[in-house]
């Protein structure tokens, strides 16, 4: 069961704006090959009245097929060369390596200030959860590129929470696709690419901006072009701004988080396993995370276990202390799994290769099989010699006729 990267956020706000004439907001969005922090970049786009940025990637790994249907891209293979393809139009994709595609994109955004006499840029992007500003963070310390980054951009802005407590009077949902419809009258918009999400973000932006400069709340006055300065935008942004220092920081949380999932994996080996219904699994995926976010791994457990082996009672309190925010039913499957498990420790047994039940689409034949199939078709050959006498070298050699010629000498022979 493939799970999305829950993100921790441990960001707190507390970016200062000193002279607002000084930034500058870009919307930026990306497309990934998943929704997992192990996925890559396959698209990067940026958003300004007067320029956009618009680059693909070559990912390393395939794309999913979640995000295959999200994105409408694919990863195809054309004799020794792999290639981003478009499912809607089914043309090839010119890609980039992922550093020089970040290296462009830096590149513009330092262009774009330079163009419009601003010393950093505020990056605006619509999302539920932080990934992408994670996943951004993740290849620019891959590539030794933040740095220079962090020399352009001030910080990220989420266009969610930016329209959620601006129209959280008037509206329920906050999607792309709602506060298009609602605040710009645009409807049967296509989401699929980062280019339209990273312009929906900015003009969504400017919108409220306006609506909240002109003192008009409801938003529901369609405005279009470049009519709020700058400085607006910034200071409307400022209280929403988190640093790049804090999306460090929630990145490495997020790391943490996952290597002590991984590292509970070894207590619900069986529940996680495919041999389960979806049901357990789910529960032991929920059960896992919970255990990880209260700061708790194996080695966490295995002292526990060590301290208390002969007073369960003990190990047991010691373990629900540590879970305050579950229900007592919760606490004691949870606990009555960890006890089970180190009184009886199953050996996790390494998947086969190359599949669960076949051992791969292909199975490889080995040479000695080869050898046994070619000698076989040459006595299948030899058996099935012609029926005529080979005079030249004394052998009678009987050839099986053909069938169609045996149906003819039947026929003939009836007719006589």
Not at 30 to 35: F, K, L, N, Q, S
Not at 77 to 102: C, H, P, Q, V, Y
Not at 143 to 168: I, P, R
Request: with cysteine; aromatic share 6%.
């Amino acid at each position: 069961m493939v799970q999305n990267t829950e993100i921790v956020d441990v960001s707190n706000n507390t970016v200062t704006l000193d002279n607002l004439s000084d930034y500058m907001v870009i919307g930026w969005d990306i497309d990934t090959t998943g929704r997992r922090l192990l996925d890559e970049i396959c698209h990067i786009a940026g958003h300004t009245p007067n320029s956009q940025f618009n680059q693909y990637i070559m990912p390393h790994n395939d794309i999913d097929q979640v995000a295959r249907r999200r994105h409408l891209l694919c990863t195809i293979t054309m004799g020794r060369f792999r290639a981003l393809k478009d499912i809607k139009n089914n043309k090839t994709l010119k890609s980039k390596s992922e550093i020089s595609a970040l290296a462009e994109f830096i590149e513009w955004l330092e262009q774009m200030l330079k163009d419009n006499g601003k010393k950093m840029a505020i990056l605006v992007c619509h999302e539920v959860s932080k990934f992408n500003t994670c996943l951004l963070i993740k290849s620019l310390l891959a590539y030794n590129l933040l740095d220079k980054f962090s020399e352009v951009v001030k910080g990220f802005a989420n266009c969610h929470s930016f329209a959620q407590t601006h129209c959280q009077d008037t509206m329920v949902m906050f999607s792309l696709r709602v506060l298009s419809k609602v605040l710009l009258d645009k409807d049967h918009i296509d989401t699929s690419k980062a280019t339209d999400r990273a312009k929906l973000a900015y003009d969504i932006v400017q919108h409220l901006c306006v609506t909240l400069e002109s003192g008009n709340d409801d938003g529901k006055e369609v405005v279009t072009g470049s009519e709020v300065s700058e400085e607006t935008k910034a200071k409307a942004l400022s209280t929403f701004l988190t640093s790049i220092d804090n999306e460090v920081q929630t990145l490495h949380s997020t790391q943490e988080l996952l290597a002590r999932q991984k590292s509970l994996n070894t207590v619900y080996h069986k529940s996680l396993s495919y041999q389960t219904s979806t049901l357990d699994r789910k529960k032991a995926i929920s059960y896992r995370n919970s255990i990880a976010k209260a700061n708790i791994d194996y080695i966490t457990l295995q002292s526990l276990w060590t301290e208390n082996k002969e007073n369960k009672d003990g190990f047991k309190d010691a373990v629900k202390d540590k879970l305050p925010e579950l229900s007592d039913e919760e606490k004691e499957d949870i606990v009555s799994t960890v006890i089970m498990h180190f009184e009886n420790p199953e050996p996790v047994s390494p998947p086969p290769k190359g599949g669960r039940k076949y051992g791969g689409r292909f199975r490889r034949r080995s040479s000695s099989y080869k050898d046994n199939r070619k000698s076989i078709s040459e006595n299948d050959a030899g058996s099935l010699s012609p029926n005529s006498t080979d005079h030249a070298n004394g052998h009678n050699l009987e050839v099986e006729k053909p069938q169609n010629e045996i149906i003819k000498s039947q026929e003939n022979g009836e007719n006589n």
